[in-house]
C-alpha cells in the first residue's frame, strides 16, 4: 500500500472517531438537559463509579501514551515507509480506541448520573484527543523519520 493511501486512513480513523465522540457528546447532553437523568443507580454507587471513572482516566491516558510510544519505537527502521506507517496507523488505533472508550464511559455516566463532573471529564478527554491529531510532523518525529524517506 502506499504510504499515502496509509497516512489518510490514519487521518480519516482518527476524524470518525473524533464526530462519533462529538455527536454521542452532543446527545447525551441534549438528552440529560431535556429529560434528566436516568437515576438508575444509587447515590453510593454513584460516587464509586465516579471513583472508578477517575482512576480509570488517571490510569487510562498514561498507559495509551506509553503504549503507543513503545510500540513506534519498536518499529524497524529498515522497514519501508508504508509498512512503518501501518504498524503505527495499529499503534495509534490502540491509543484513540483507550481515549474513546474513557470518554464513551464517562458520558454513560454522565446520562445515568446527570453529574456534570462526567461531562467535564468527557471535555478533558475530548481536549486529550485533539492533542493527539496524526499531523505529518507528528508522524515523522514518532516514527524518526529521515528527510530522504519520501512525503507521504
Known amino acids: 500500500m502506499r504510504p499515502e493511501v496509509t497516512y489518510k486512513q490514519i487521518k480519516l ?3 470518525v472517531i473524533f464526530i462519533g465522540l462529538l455527536i454521542f457528546g452532543v446527545a447525551a447532553y ?3 438537559t431535556s429529560k434528566g437523568n436516568m437515576s438508575l ?3 453510593s454507587t454513584q460516587a464509586t463509579v465516579q471513583t472508578l471513572l477517575i482512576i480509570l482516566v488517571f490510569v487510562g491516558i498514561p498507559v495509551s501514551y506509553v503504549f503507543h510510544k513503545k510500540n513506534t519505537s519498536h518499529i524497524d527502521p529498515d522497514l519501508s515507509l508504508s509498512d ?3 504498524r503505527y496507523r495499529k499503534s495509534l488505533f490502540v491509543k484513540l480506541i483507550t481515549l474513546e472508550g474513557l470518554a464513551m464511559f ?3 455516566g454522565y446520562i445515568v448520573s446527570g453529574t456534570k463532573s462526567n461531562l467535564y471529564i468527557y471535555l478533558i478527554i475530548l ?5 493527539n491529531y496524526p499531523g505529518k510532523q507528528m508522524i515523522r518525529q514518532e516514527l524518526n523519520l529521515e528527510d530522504s524517506e519520501g512525503d507521504f
Open 127 to 131: 481536549v486529550v484527543y485533539l492533542i
Open 41 to 43: 443507580i444509587d447515590p
Open 106 to 108: 464517562s458520558l454513560i
Open 13 to 15: 480513523l482518527y476524524v
Open 84 to 86: 512503518k506507517l501501518v
Open 30 to 32: 441534549y438528552f440529560v
